[in-house]
């Protein structure tokens, strides 16, 4: 497992901080480059590929542009934990091959940290050893996210048996 590091937010973070409605007409690179700059002005000229959003409660909260996950991926967020996510950005970022994964213990993450994960073992390590529990995720959903997200899933699936 390699070594994530962290950019910590707070609670509530919702989809208009992730993807504002500014840059909305704009494709997801230029509204990418806006990502959360309400809240993190340096995040999206300084987040690198690898790295690990760690959240409060409710990330994604707010409308259902699925732009909010498709900015973080562009950045190359590896993954976005937190205790618990709005239900039309867990169904966009997985559609979209972001990971989400829910973790009550999150909240003790620090910004700057070093984190390990393992989505389908569930569990978030810290940098002093400690291991977090997170809920499990589906075996399906887990496949999305390692294809790229659901439209890449199924153009895999469909080369897969035209040429069987």
């Known amino acids: 497992m390699s070594a994530h590091r962290v950019w910590r937010l707070g609670a509530e973070v919702d989809t208009d901080a992730l993807a504002p409605g500014a840059w909305m007409q704009h494709g997801v690179d230029v509204i990418a480059q806006h990502c959360l700059e309400a809240l993190r002005p340096d995040f999206a000229g300084n987040v690198q590929p ?15 542009r699925e732009q909010a996950a498709a900015a973080l991926r562009h950045l190359g967020v590896a993954a976005v934990i937190a205790p618990s996510f709005a239900g039309l950005f867990f169904r966009n970022a997985f559609n979209l091959g972001l990971l989400l994964l829910a973790c009550p213990g999150s909240e ?20 002093d050893g400690a291991v977090l529990q997170a809920d499990p995720i589906p075996g399906f959903l887990l496949d999305m996210v390692e294809a790229g997200g659901l439209l890449p899933q199924l153009q895999q699936r469909f080369q897969a048996r035209t040429t069987s």
Request: hydrophobic share 40%; glycine share 18%; net charge negative.
């Open 50 to 64: 690898g790295d690990v959003v760690v959240a409060g409660r409710d990330f994604g909260i707010g409308s259902s």
């Open 108 to 127: 003790a993450i620090r910004e700057g940290e070093r984190i390990a994960f393992d989505a389908r073992a569930g569990t978030v390590t810290r940098e």
